[in-house]
């Protein structure tokens, strides 16, 4: 069994967030804040344990609050 490695470039100006789970976490993105938001607050409604990234801007993470809740509601 192959071991995967974390090695990939983050898309400037996307919105990243992780999931965390056992054995390992999963990294996902959206292109907008709004679309983030929005999945974000339906794995949190799930009961998963997120953890807000913020917007990828080339060296750092940038609006790094994590939504609160209603946040991403439409």
Known sequence: MRKSSKKFDYGQGKYYFTIKTTPNNITMYRET??????????????????????????????????PLKGDASS
């Open 33 to 66: 804040k709004k679309e983030a938001q929005q999945v974000f607050k339906k794995y949190y409604d799930l009961g998963k344990q997120v953890e807000w990234l913020g917007k990828w801007e080339g060296k750092k993470f940038v609006e790094t609050t994590a």
